[in-house]
Nanobody, 118 residues
Framework: QGRLVESGGGSVQPGRSLRLSCSAVGTITSVFNPSLMGWYRQAPGKEREMVATITGRRTTEYADSVKGRFTISRDNARKAVYLQMNDLAPEDTAVYYC?????????WGQGTQVTVSA
């Protein structure tokens, strides 16, 4: 099944952008390509929530709070998924997790911290 490795988090000021990356290390193509890939986040004291998902056919879904600001994409050749985050706001501060789902089985990354503050 492999594992998911996130990168790209950091601390930025409001209005700035960040791009998160997630690599499916050790995952074979026949598993990655049809998988539903997603980004989730968890802020302190809150439950984990879906941010964006993308199917194997690149159908996307976004949380209302990020529509128009965040874009999810995937590169099957690289077995990677990305989250471009623009116009970041303090309420976007959270640990962001990459997820892979296939046939009811989930795999989570270790998370990457995103902090937005002036």
């Amino acid at each position: 099944q492999g594992r998911l490795v996130e990168s790209g988090g950091g601390s930025v000021q409001p209005g700035r952008s960040l791009r998160l990356s997630c690599s499916a290390v050790g995952t074979i193509t026949s598993v990655f390509n049809p998988s539903l890939m997603g980004w989730y986040r968890q802020a302190p004291g809150k439950e984990r929530e879906m941010v964006a998902t993308i199917t194997g056919r690149r159908t996307t879904e976004y949380a209302d709070s990020v529509k128009g600001r965040f874009t999810i994409s995937r590169d099957n050749a690289r077995k990677a998924v990305y989250l471009q985050m623009n116009d970041l706001a303090p309420e976007d501060t959270a640990v962001y997790y990459c997820n892979r789902e296939l046939d009811g089985r989930n795999c989570w990354g270790q998370g990457t911290q995103v902090t937005v503050s002036a």
